[in-house]
C-alpha cells in the first residue's frame, strides 16, 4: 500500500494507519506493520510463536511490571530467570529511595541473603567446593582417624598469607569498577544533556522541516548507540543461541526505528515525510550491513547544519557542531570502557587467590 508523491511512490505511515492512493486511511495493528515493504526494509517474518520483543512506548507504563519482569513495585532490580544472569539495575525515584533507606532494610536484607544475586551466583562452583572440601575433611577427622590416621588441620599462617594479597587486588576492584561505573553514569548523562541542548538550538535556529528531521535523528542516535554497545540492545530476553535471534533483533530495530521516524508525521504527504522515509530506510540497512550506524547518524546532522548555515550566525553554527563533537566524545568513550576490561592481570590473580582461599 501506497501514495504517489509527486514522481515516486513511497509507503507513509502515520500512527497505526497506512494512507492509501484513493485517500482513505485504514486502521492497522502496530504489529502488522512487519508485513509492510519500507523500500526494501520491512522487517523479516520469523516462525516463532512467541510475542514480538518491541513494545510501544505509550504500552510501557501500564506493561512496566511484567515487560521488565518486575516482582514488587518498589524494586530496584530486574528479576533474573536463572541464578546464572546478570543483575540489572532499574532508575531510582521517590519510592525506590523511600524502599531503599527504610528503617528496617538491615532486617529485610539478612532475610534475604539467600535470594540475592551475588550469593546465587556463587553457589556453584565456588560455595560447593568449599562445602564439599570442609564436610570431606569433617568426616575424615571425626569417622575415619586413628593411630594409623592422623587428624588434618590447617595451620593460620595460610590464611595470613593470602588475605594481604586478596586485600590489595580486592581493594583494587573494587575501585576500579566503581569509577568504571561512575564514568559511565557521567557519559550517558552527557548524551541526555548534549541532546537537549542541540535540540533547542535547532528550534531557535533551523526551519520546521529541519527541525523535524533533527529530532528524530537525535533521538534515533540513543537507540543506535544502545544496539551498537549492546548486542541484544537491550532486548535481554531474546537468547542469542535462539536461531532466530538475528531475525527477531533486526525487527526490533526495525520496529523502534520506524516509531521514532513515523509516530510524530504530518497525515500529508510534504517533503519532511519524503525525508523521514529516506533516513529510516538509511539507518536500518546500515545498521543490516553492519557498519557503524550512531557515526552515520552524526553524519547526517552535520549535514543538517551546514545546509541551513547562511541562515544560521558562524558563532552558533560552529556551537552546534562542537555539541555535535561531544556527542562522538561520548560514543568513543562508551566504546573504550566497553572494550577495555580492567587489567586481566589483576582480575586473573584475584580469582586464583580467592579460590585457593576457599579452598583452604
Request: glycine share 4%; charged share 20%.
Amino acid at each position: 500500500m501506497s501514495i504517489l508523491f509527486r514522481n515516486s511512490t513511497l509507503p507513509i505511515i502515520h500512527k497505526g494507519f497506512v494512507r492509501c492512493p484513493d485517500h482513505t486511511i485504514r486502521p492497522l495493528l502496530y504489529n502488522s506493520f512487519n508485513n509492510i515493504n519500507i523500500r526494501g526494509v520491512a522487517s523479516e517474518p520469523t516462525s516463532s510463536k512467541d510475542p514480538p520483543l518491541y513494545i510501544r512506548r505509550d504500552e510501557r507504563s501500564a506493561l512496566r511490571p511484567s515487560l521488565y519482569h518486575i516482582k514488587r513495585p518498589n524494586d530496584s532490580r530486574i528479576a533474573r530467570n536463572d541464578r546464572l544472569e546478570p543483575t540489572r539495575d532499574l532508575n531510582y525515584d521517590p519510592g525506590k529511595w523511600k524502599h531503599h533507606k527504610a528503617p528496617g532494610r538491615h532486617l529485610r536484607n539478612l532475610f534475604e541473603v539467600f535470594s540475592c544475586a551475588s550469593f546465587q551466583r556463587l553457589v556453584f562452583p565456588d560455595l560447593f567446593l568449599t562445602a564439599s572440601v570442609g564436610a570431606g575433611l569433617t568426616y575424615y577427622n571425626v569417622m575415619m582417624t586413628n593411630d594409623l590416621l592422623p587428624v588434618f588441620y590447617f595451620d593460620t599462617t595460610t590464611f595470613t598469607t593470602f588475605s594481604l594479597a586478596m586485600s590489595v587486588l580486592a581493594g583494587f576492584r573494587l575501585n576500579t569498577s566503581y569509577d568504571r561505573l561512575n564514568e559511565a553514569r557521567k557519559v550517558f548523562g552527557q548524551v541526555n544533556t548534549v541532546s537537549r541542548g542541540l535540540m533547542g538550538k535547532s528550534c531557535m535556529f533551523l526551519t520546521n522541516n529541519n527541525k523535524q528531521r533533527m529530532k528524530t535523528l537525535l533521538k534515533s542516535f540513543a537507540v543506535a548507540m544502545h544496539f551498537h554497545l549492546n548486542t541484544k540492545g537491550g532486548y535481554y530476553r531474546v537468547s542469542s543461541s535462539d536461531p532466530e535471534f538475528k531475525v527477531k533483533l533486526n525487527n526490533a530495530y526495525k520496529d523502534e526505528m520506524r516509531e521514532i521516524f513515523f509516530s510524530d508525521n504530518d497525515e500529508q504527504c510534504d517533503d519532511n515525510n519524503y525525508v523521514a522515509v529516506k533516513d529510516f530506510e538509511k539507518i536500518c540497512m546500515t545498521y543490516e550491513s553492519g557498519s557503524h550506524v550512531p557515526l552515520m547518524i552524526l553524519s547526517c546532522i552535520r549535514k543538517i547544519i551546514i545546509e541551513n548555515q547562511p541562515t544560521i550566525e558562524p558563532i552558533y553554527c560552529v556551537d552546534m557542531d562542537s555539541q555535535v563533537q561531544n556527542l562522538m566524545s561520548s560514543l568513543g568513550s562508551c566504546e573504550r570502557l566497553l572494550r577495555t576490561p580492567i587489567p586481566t592481570t589483576f582480575t586473573t590473580n584475584t580469582s586464583r587467590y580467592v579460590y585457593q582461599a576457599h579452598k583452604d
